[in-house]
Structures are given as structure tokens and as C-alpha cells.
Nanobody, 125 residues
Framework: QVQLVESGGGLVQAGGSLRLSCAAS????????MGWFRQAPGKERKFVAA????????YYADSVKGRFTISRDNAKNTVFLRMNSLKPEDTAIYYC??????????????????WGQGTQVTVSS
């Protein structure tokens, strides 16, 4: 089992920045990739960004490309999501997720095996 704990959410004005963290613990040795997803009220959960543990390959949704940066600290089993130039439409609960085994389609939430509890990000206009 893998446990994921997100932190770093909060309330910020449009144009501001936040950094989310996701700490993984437990049986993390077989992990292949980590992803961030978000879910706004009344909407489906959507892919935001992902990174592979091995090569550090990154993936981004078009809506956040150029504003968000995903990174990892392998030694600490932690993944970060730096969010700049935040917009009101970025308001959502942000979830991190862990993928085990071979890297699959990182943009699909059902490819991930473990999920954190989520952290709220609210961007005011």
C-alpha cells in the first residue's frame, strides 16, 4: 500500500502562486509516475500534470502549460506542483495520484493506483 498526503492548498488572489506538495509513504519502490488532477464543483476530475519517477519526464494539460511546473524529490518520495499566474478557473480540489508498474497513459485517472485526500485551492478574482 502507498499513502499519499497533499499539502499547500489555500486561498490566493488571481495572478498569485501556490506550491502543492504530495508526500508518498509505504510501499513506494514500484512506483512509476505521479500525477496531479483537479476537480471543480460540479465537474469531472481532470488531469493537470504528471511526472515519471525514473526519467523525470513531465506532462501537462494545455490549460496549465507554461504556468504550472511539476517536479519531484526522489530521496523524499515527494512531488511538487508549482502554480503561477493562478486564475479563478484554477479553483478546485487538487489530488495527487501514484501509478505503479509500467508507465501507462498518465492523463487518465483510472491508470493510477493510489490517491491522496485532496487539497483545496481557491483563486479569487
Amino acid at each position: 500500500q502507498v499513502q499519499l498526503v497533499e499539502s499547500g492548498g489555500g486561498l490566493v488572489q488571481a495572478g498569485g502562486s501556490l506550491r502543492l506538495s504530495c508526500a508518498a509513504s509505504g510501499r513506494t519502490g514500484s512506483g512509476s509516475a505521479m500525477g496531479w488532477f483537479r476537480q471543480a464543483p460540479g465537474k469531472e476530475r481532470k488531469f493537470v500534470a504528471a511526472i515519471t519517477w525514473g526519467g523525470g519526464i513531465t506532462y501537462y494539460a494545455d490549460s496549465v502549460k507554461g504556468r504550472f511546473t511539476i517536479s519531484r524529490d526522489n530521496a523524499k518520495n515527494t512531488v511538487f506542483l508549482r502554480m503561477n499566474s493562478l486564475k479563478p478557473e484554477d479553483t478546485a480540489i487538487y489530488y495527487c495520484a501514484a501509478m505503479e508498474g509500467l508507465v501507462a497513459n498518465v492523463t487518465e485517472d483510472d491508470e493510477y493506483d493510489y490517491w491522496g485526500q485532496g487539497t483545496q485551492v481557491t483563486v479569487s478574482s
